[in-house]
């Protein structure tokens, strides 16, 4: 079993900035793939960022690239997603996620198994 609590999110105003973090715990074994999602209302979930836990580099959507950052702790217990330069369009419910494989792209959903219950980031112009 696999638990993962998301926390940070907030409001906003355009322009600023925030960091999310994912506490995982369970079989580590489950946790080798984690990824970033959002939803925003009316919309599909969709990935932004993911990491192979093992090593490698991180991938991002083209519509955080370059504004956000995944990272994980050393213990391998936190995920975290630092999100800078936010706007208005970022806004949506964000997700942790976490899976023992990915057969295709790591920002894909439906390649992920264990999910947390999301935190809300409200941007503002």
């Known amino acids: 079993q696999v638990q993962l609590v998301e926390s940070g999110g907030g409001s906003v105003q355009a322009g600023g900035s925030l960091r999310l973090s994912c506490a995982a715990s369970?079989?580590?074994?489950?946790?080798?793939?984690m990824g970033w999602f959002r939803q925003a209302t009316g919309k599909e979930r969709e990935g932004i960022a993911a990491i192979d836990t093992g090593g490698g580099s991180p991938v991002y959507a083209d519509s955080v690239k370059g504004r956000y950052t995944i990272s994980l702790n050393n213990a391998k217990t936190t995920l975290y997603l630092q999100m800078n330069s936010l706007r208005p369009e970022d806004t949506a419910m964000y997700y942790c996620?976490?899976?023992?494989?990915?057969?295709?792209?790591?920002?894909?959903?439906?390649?992920?198994?264990?999910w947390g219950q999301g935190t809300q980031v409200t941007v503002s112009s």
């Open positions: 996620a976490a899976a023992p494989w990915v057969r295709g792209s790591l920002t894909r959903p439906d390649e992920y198994r264990y």
């Open positions: 369970g079989y580590p074994y489950s946790t080798t793939y």
